[in-house]
């Protein structure tokens, strides 16, 4: 399913340009579009309310810049499984930010010239397996690239993917990479209601429908990803000083793949 048909053209390769200012708040692939539906003949995303929500960001980014604070990671290891809990903004509406997700092999999300001029993480290939549905099992083949002193190369990941497309979740697991006895996680994007210091007074909106409301439908809707993800080395790799080598680099690795969405969605918004 695509959001945003070819929105990799808009993505500035320099992922490492922060954005401007702070606002009040804080190859196989599936090629749907956004107007078809389902066999229950619903349809998950509104064409209408995704064009005015383009809009508002278009013209909001220049009068409140929006600002994403880097994502809050905490991080606790449990005999030897170590989970990372994430929490993290984007300045773009929940559609389009689940859409980054799960399909951001459109353009060069992931290029990171501290990784000499490579992808950081390259998709090779999605494959919808089952589908029914907002819902569906997806296989995914990616390429992480990794440097050591003067080596480097990349580590072939494949994942099951099982998406919700309406509710904007997805639940992931590790089905061969190296080194990983235990890779998986899940993550949601929840609705956040941008404007609604500004425009709603000092009414908290509990409900799009009142967001609308009060904001006069002015009101631009960012987004809230919270992620849990775990992981676990193979034996011998799982015994120090290994199991800290990968633990860290997991750990920046992850952290900053999800600041590259930040910054995609900067771009996306200007």
């Known amino acids: 399913m695509r959001v945003f048909p070819g929105f990799g053209g808009w993505i ?3 992922t490492q340009q922060p954005p401007k200012a702070e606002a009040k708040t804080s190859a196989n692939v599936n090629t749907n579009s956004v107007s078809e539906k389902d066999s229950n003949n619903q349809l998950y995303y509104d064409k209408e309310d995704m064009k005015k929500q383009y809009e508002l960001w278009s013209v909001g980014e220049k009068k409140h810049p929006w600002y994403d604070a880097p994502p809050k990671v905490k991080v606790t290891t449990k005999k ?5 809990n ?3 903004t984007l300045g773009w509406i929940p559609d389009g930010v689940f859409e980054l997700f799960t399909n951001p092999n459109d353009g060069p999300l992931f290029f990171d010239m501290n990784k000499h001029g ?7 290939s999605r494959k919808v397996l089952k589908k029914d549905g907002p819902r569906q099992i997806v296989k995914v083949q990616q390429a992480l690239a990794w440097d050591f002193l003067w080596w480097s190369g990349s580590i072939p990941i494949e994942l099951i993917v099982d ?24 993550y949601k994007v ?3 209601y941008a404007d609604s210091v500004r425009l709603c ?6 409900s799009l429908q009142e967001y609308k409301t009060c904001s006069g439908e002015r009101g631009r809707i960012a987004s809230k990803v919270t992620m849990d993800q775990y992981f676990q080395p193979y034996p011998p790799f799982n015994l120090p000083p290994f199991s800290w ?13 999800l600041k590259m969405l930040q910054h995609a969605s900067v771009v996306l918004r200007e």
């Open 80 to 84: 030897g499984l170590c989970h990372m």
């Open 12 to 14: 500035n390769q320099n």
């Open 190 to 192: 929840e609705p956040l």
């Open 118 to 124: 490579r992808q950081l993480l390259e998709y090779k």
């Open 201 to 206: 007074k000092q009414k908290e909106p509990k």
């Open 86 to 88: 994430i929490e993290m």
């Open 163 to 186: 998406e919700n497309q309406k509710k904007f979740t997805a639940k992931y697991k590790k089905e061969k990479m190296i080194f990983m006895k235990v890779f998986e996680g899940s």
């Open 245 to 257: 080598f990968i633990r860290d680099i997991t750990i920046k690795t992850t952290t900053t793949l």
